[in-house]
């Protein structure tokens, strides 16, 4: 169903097959079953056990989420729920300020798991649609900034930027992007898990740093 991120799973490597790991919100659980069905017998693909939510959630959840467990690539996302503004403060929920500190140090923790770290770029959203369900509101506008921050960041730190925001915006905000505002059509889905499968693929061999 359009919009319903698809349950993800956590499968053991295969020893034989490079790994790769996946952190992301529920965009990511979206998109995860259909990367690892794309690299199925390629490259053994683990998925984060929960939603990773906002920058602070996954620098607090990633010594759980990763243990002392190594991979030779980990995709990464948060920015959705940083941005989220609540309406008792109509502040965001993660300043931006805060969102690149905290990811300067999720990039430094992912380091200890992995030679390439893949930094995935935050998804456009339609302003407005869930206001009428959600204590708090996503603006399209505040988008560019955290994008932006996170762009410094992962250039500063030599990490691949997958650009996720501008695979939506290419095929369409409105073919992308479902009725919530927020969370991905089918065809979005497809997108999303065709970039980050040939992303991962791409970081085998390729040197780090750049935007793809």
């Known amino acids: 169903m359009a919009g319903r ?16 790991y996946l952190i992301g919100d529920s965009i990511a659980g979206g998109y995860a079953a259909a990367v ?4 199925a017998g390629e490259i053994a693909v683990e998925v984060r056990p929960e939603n990773g939510e906002d920058s602070r959630h996954v620098l607090e959840r990633l ?38 500190a905290n990811l300067r140090q999720i990039v430094a923790r992912l380091n200890r798991h992995t030679a390439r770290v893949i930094w995935g ?7 407005g649609q869930p206001a009428a369900e959600k204590d708090f509101d996503r603006f399209n506008r505040d988008i560019a900034a955290y994008n932006q921050a996170a762009d410094r960041v992962m250039a500063a730190c030599g990490v691949a ?3 996720l925001h501008q695979a939506v ?13 927020v969370h991905m059509t089918e065809q979005g889905y497809a997108i999303l898990s065709r970039r980050v499968a040939a992303a991962i693929r791409k970081a085998m061999t390729a040197d780090r740093g750049g935007i793809a």
């Open 121 to 127: 770029r935050t998804t456009p959203v339609i302003d």
């Open 36 to 39: 690892q069905a794309e690299l």
């Open 5 to 20: 991120p698809s349950r993800t799973r956590r499968v053991s490597s295969d020893s034989r097959s490079p790994t790769a």
């Open 63 to 100: 010594g759980a989420w990763l243990g002392e467990r190594r991979y030779d690539a980990i995709h990464v996302n948060c920015g959705l729920h940083d941005l989220k503004r609540p309406h008792r403060s109509g502040e965001f929920q993660v300043p931006p300020a805060e969102y690149e």
């Open 169 to 181: 915006v290419e095929a369409g905000v409105a073919n992308c992007v479902s009725a919530d505002g």
């Open 161 to 163: 930027v997958n650009d």
